[in-house]
């Protein structure tokens, strides 16, 4: 009997293990099915682009901006039901939740990585029924940025 309750227990959590998703995990497993747009600027690309936006339309903050990857699903409930489902699971370890949103129909989730006070990845995720938007941004960004470019006032370090 014990081992039984062992054997379900190890069988339990593995299977919880199995289910949750990373952000790379949901990248992965989408950017490749029909009906999704998914782009990828690597740093060399946002080099390039940083000296092409001017300063007051935001430049400053492209220039700290390494690397960024947008998923997007779009008239596609099915999908947006599928991706929706495996994005609840996603992991947060190591996020801090700066948003959480569930109104009528939308979910917005934004998680942040920081090192000391430089905020270096943030992730928006957006669900709705027939409609999905996954996107990472990776960097040196403070808090001061995010509030200057979105209009939250609540982020720690930022007054």
Same mark, same amino acid.
């Given at each position: 009997?014990?081992?039984?309750?062992?054997?379900?227990?190890?069988?339990?959590?593995?299977?919880?293990?199995?289910?949750?998703?990373?952000?790379?995990?949901?990248?992965?497993?989408?950017?490749?099915?029909?009906?999704?747009?998914?782009?990828?600027?690597?740093?060399?690309?946002?080099?390039?682009?940083?000296?092409?936006?001017?300063?007051?339309?935001?430049?400053?903050?492209?220039?700290?901006?390494?690397?960024?990857?947008? %998923?997007?699903?779009? #008239?596609?409930?099915? =999908? /947006?039901?599928?991706?929706?489902? +495996?994005? *609840? @699971?996603?992991?947060?370890?190591?996020?801090?939740?700066?948003?959480?949103?569930?109104?009528?129909?939308?979910?917005?989730?934004?998680?942040?990585?920081?090192?000391?006070?430089?905020?270096?990845?943030?992730?928006?995720?957006?669900?709705?029924?027939?409609?999905?938007?996954?996107?990472?941004?990776?960097?040196? %960004?403070?808090?001061? #940025?995010?509030?200057? =470019? /979105?209009?939250?006032?609540?982020? +720690?370090? *930022? @007054?």
């Amino acid at each position: 009997m014990k081992r039984a309750i062992i054997a379900f227990a190890c069988m339990l959590f593995c299977t919880m293990h199995l289910s949750a998703q990373t952000v790379d995990d949901l990248f992965k497993e989408f950017k490749n099915k029909e009906n999704v747009d998914y782009i990828e600027i690597p740093k060399v690309m946002m080099s390039m682009a940083s000296g092409l936006v001017k300063k007051e339309d935001g430049g400053d903050l492209v220039k700290k901006i390494n690397h960024v990857r947008i %998923l997007n699903i779009e #008239d596609n409930p099915t =999908l /947006s039901q599928e991706f929706s489902l +495996k994005a *609840s @699971n996603l992991k947060k370890k190591g996020y801090e939740e700066m948003v959480n949103s569930n109104e009528e129909n939308e979910k917005t989730l934004i998680l942040v990585k920081s090192k000391g006070e430089a905020i270096s990845e943030m992730v928006i995720l957006v669900t709705e029924p027939s409609e999905c938007s996954l996107v990472q941004l990776k960097g040196k %960004l403070k808090p001061s #940025d995010i509030h200057d =470019l /979105s209009g939250i006032t609540d982020i +720690k370090g *930022s @007054n």
